[in-house]
């Protein structure tokens, strides 16, 4: 069993920065592929990032490469989301979420087996 808490989440004016954490319990942390997710209002639960067990492939997806990058500390159980250059659209609920096939990158929502209760992120026009 894994437990997942995200904190780092608030209100922003566009460009500016926020970081986002997500803490996991468990002693097999190092053990799962880890990812953000985010959803905003209407919309469908998206992949934003995400970090293999082996921290050795990371994935962004194209409206935030270059602005966002994903991170993990094995040592603390710990995932980031450092997100940078903040616009109006990145506005949504962000979650993190664990899976744990060390099969590579996955990217559909029901491949998770574990996910955090969110962090809103607002950035103000």
């Known amino acids: 069993q894994v437990q997942l808490v995200e904190s780092g989440g608030g209100l922003v004016q566009a460009g500016g920065s926020l970081r986002l954490s997500c803490a996991a319990s468990g002693r097999t942390f190092s053990s799962y592929g880890m990812s953000w997710f985010r959803q905003a209002p209407g919309k469908d639960r998206e992949l934003v990032a995400a970090?293999?067990?082996?921290?050795?492939?990371?994935y962004y997806t194209d409206s935030v490469k270059g602005r966002f990058t994903i991170s993990r500390a094995n040592a603390k159980n710990t995932v980031y989301l450092q997100m940078n250059s903040l616009k109006p659209e990145d506005t949504a609920v962000y979650y993190c979420?664990?899976?744990?096939?060390?099969?590579?990158?996955?990217?559909?929502?029901?491949?998770?087996?574990?996910w955090g209760q969110g962090t809103q992120v607002t950035v103000s026009s």
């Open positions: 970090i293999s067990w082996s921290g050795g492939t990371i």
């Open positions: 979420a664990a899976e744990g096939s060390r099969r590579g990158i996955r990217f559909r929502v029901e491949e998770y087996e574990y």
